[in-house]
C-alpha cells in the first residue's frame, strides 16, 4: 500500500465510442452521421479509412464484455449512435426500434456480467439529416429539442439500468475541430481550400453556446421525469491538457497558460458552474461570443451531477505579441512540445499533440476542483498511443510497455490528487478498450489495451497493458 490511494468503491474501467468501434453503418436501420458522410469525402480522412466496419463491435458485444471481465473491469463507458436510434434525428421522426433494442440489450448484458455501464449520449456523430436540414448545432433552437427529444428516448428505454448519463463528450473538440479548423466532421472552415462552407470566426461559439444550452435541457429533462424514479446521475465530459509556461521567469507565459486552459475548458465548465463564460473569452471575443438569456441561464447553471474528465497530457505555453487573429481559438498564445530551455514536456507517441507528463494530471484536477467548487469527478478518458506501434509484429507490439507505464504514471498521479490534494474522484475509465478509428487519423494511431486485427478479421488480442491495469487499481483502492 502506498501513501497515496483511491476510495473504496472506485469505479474503474475502459471507454470507446459508437462510431469508432460499432461498424454496421446500415444495418437495422441506422442512417448516416456527419461523420459517414465526411469520411467519404476524399483527402478528410488518413488512408482513405472509414467506421464501416471498424471493430465490428455492433456484432461483437459478447466477445467485447468477456473482454471487459477478463482485464477485471468494473465499468464500461460507450456512447449511444444517435441515427441508430432515431435514424433522421429529428423529434418528429420515427424511432428505429431495432437500433434501441440494441442499446437495450448491451446494458442488460454489460449488467449480467457485473459490469456498471456509463453512457454518453454524443460522440460527435451527429445525424446527417439534422446538418442537412438546419445546420445541426448552428440552429441552436432546432437542435436543443431535437437533442432533448433523444435523450428521453434513451432515458425512457434504459431507466434505472443506468445510473450514469453522459450528455455530450469533448463538446471542445466537435465546435473547434468541427466548425474551426475543418478538421473534423461536418469539417466547416474560413479555410476555403479545406471547405467550401464556413467562417471560424463566428461558428465555433456559437455551436459550443448550442451545445451547452441543450446539456442543460437534457439534464432539466432527466431531473424531472426520470431521475427520481432511476436514480442515476448527469453530467458532461469536457476535455483539456495541463499547460507549463514556456519561460516560468516571463509573467505572460504564466499567465497565458490560465488563459489557455479557460479558452479549452472553462469555455464550457464556467456557464456550468457559475451561469457566465470565462472573463478572458469574453474580453478576446467580444460580441463572437453569444450571451446567455435568463433562462438559458436557469437551464444551464447547476446542471452537473458529476464532473467528467478527459484528459491525455500537457503543453508549454508562450504568450503571442499584439492583436488574436480573428480564427484564434486558443487565447492568442503558442501551443508547444519543449520550453525556453528545449526540454520536451514528455516522450514522442503516435500522436503529435500527446506527450506524456503524469504530473500535470493531478495539477489539473486540482485546478478544476478549486475552481468549481470540489466537484465529484469521473475521469471518462485517460490514455496514450505508442510511436510506430502499428508497424510492430504482433508479440512485440502486445507488450506495450509504454502504456502500461502511462497507465502506472498517471493512476497514481490520480490516487495523489485523491489522497494528498482533497480531490473528490470516483472513477476511471481508460481510453481505450479496443484499438479503433482514430478519427482523422484512420487506423494508424492505436490506443486501444487490445489489439485489433483489422486485416484478419477483427480479432482481438489483449496486450500487456489490458492485464496490468487491474493490479494498478488493486494497489491505490482502498480495501475497506
Avoid at 84 to 101: A, F, H, M, T
Avoid at 235 to 264: H, M, Q, S
Avoid at 414 to 443: C, I, T
Wanted: charged share 30%; with cysteine; glycine share 10%.
Amino acid at each position: 500500500m502506498t501513501d497515496s490511494y483511491l476510495p473504496k468503491d472506485f469505479l474503474w474501467g475502459f471507454a470507446t465510442a459508437s462510431y469508432q468501434i460499432e461498424g454496421a453503418p446500415h444495418e437495422d436501420g441506422r442512417a448516416d452521421s456527419i461523420w459517414d458522410t465526411f469520411c467519404r469525402t476524399p483527402g478528410k480522412i488518413a488512408g482513405a479509412a472509414s467506421g464501416d466496419v471498424a471493430c465490428d463491435s455492433y456484432h461483437r458485444t459478447a466477445e467485447d464484455i468477456a473482454l471487459l471481465k477478463e482485464t477485471g473491469a468494473k465499468s464500461y463507458r460507450f456512447s449511444i449512435s444517435w441515427s441508430r436510434v432515431i435514424p433522421l434525428g429529428g423529434r418528429n421522426d420515427p424511432v428505429n426500434e431495432k437500433g434501441l433494442q440494441h442499446y437495450v440489450k448491451f446494458v442488460d448484458d454489460l449488467r449480467a456480467a457485473g459490469i456498471e455501464p456509463l453512457i454518453t449520449l454524443f460522440h460527435w456523430d451527429l445525424p446527417d439529416n439534422l446538418h442537412k436540414r438546419y445546420g445541426g448545432m448552428l440552429n441552436k433552437d432546432e437542435f436543443v429539442a431535437d437533442f432533448v427529444n433523444y435523450a428521453r428516448v434513451c432515458f425512457k428505454a434504459l431507466g434505472s439500468k443506468v445510473k450514469f448519463w453522459i450528455t455530450f463528450n469533448e463538446p471542445w473538440c466537435s465546435s473547434i475541430l468541427g466548425y474551426s479548423t475543418g478538421l473534423f466532421a461536418p469539417g466547416r472552415t474560413s479555410d476555403r481550400s479545406k471547405s467550401a462552407e464556413g467562417d471560424s470566426s463566428t461558428e465555433p461559439w456559437i455551436v459550443g453556446h448550442s451545445f451547452l444550452v441543450a446539456h442543460g435541457a437534457a439534464v432539466k429533462a432527466y431531473r424531472d421525469e426520470f431521475k427520481e424514479q432511476d436514480g442515476g446521475q448527469i453530467g458532461i465530459t469536457l476535455n483539456g491538457d495541463w499547460t507549463e509556461p514556456w519561460d516560468p521567469e516571463d509573467p505572460a507565459d504564466v499567465e497565458a497558460c490560465d488563459r489557455k486552459i479557460e479558452f479549452a475548458i472553462s469555455w464550457f465548465a464556467d456557464p456550468i458552474y457559475f451561469g457566465k463564460y470565462p472573463d478572458s473569452m469574453r474580453k478576446q471575443l467580444g460580441k463572437r461570443l453569444p450571451e446567455f438569456t435568463e433562462e438559458e441561464v436557469a437551464l444551464v447553471k447547476g446542471s452537473n451531477d458529476f464532473y467528467g474528465m478527459n484528459h491525455y497530457c500537457a503543453h508549454y505555453i508562450k504568450h503571442k505579441e499584439g492583436e488574436p487573429d480573428a480564427d484564434d481559438f486558443g487565447g492568442n498564445l503558442e501551443v508547444l512540445q519543449q520550453n525556453k530551455a528545449g526540454e520536451w514536456i514528455g516522450p514522442e507517441t503516435q500522436s503529435d499533440w500527446l506527450r506524456p507528463y503524469p504530473l500535470g494530471f493531478r495539477k489539473l484536477i486540482k485546478w478544476l476542483s478549486d475552481r468549481y467548487g470540489g466537484p465529484t469527478f469521473y475521469v471518462t478518458e485517460n490514455g496514450t498511443s505508442l510511436k510506430g506501434e502499428s508497424q510492430l509484429p504482433l508479440e512485440e507490439l502486445l507488450n506495450d510497455e509504454f502504456r502500461c507505464e502511462y497507465f502506472r504514471g498517471y493512476i497514481g498521479a490520480l490516487a495523489d490528487a485523491h489522497a494528498k490534494d482533497g480531490v473528490d474522484v470516483r472513477g476511471y475509465s481508460a481510453w481505450s478498450l479496443l484499438d479503433n478509428f482514430e478519427w482523422a487519423e484512420g487506423y494508424e494511431t492505436r490506443f486501444g489495451v487490445t489489439y485489433v486485427d483489422y486485416e484478419g478479421g477483427q480479432k482481438r488480442h489483449p496486450k500487456k497493458s489490458a492485464k496490468e491495469i487491474r493490479g494498478i487499481f488493486e494497489k491505490y483502492i482502498k480495501k475497506e
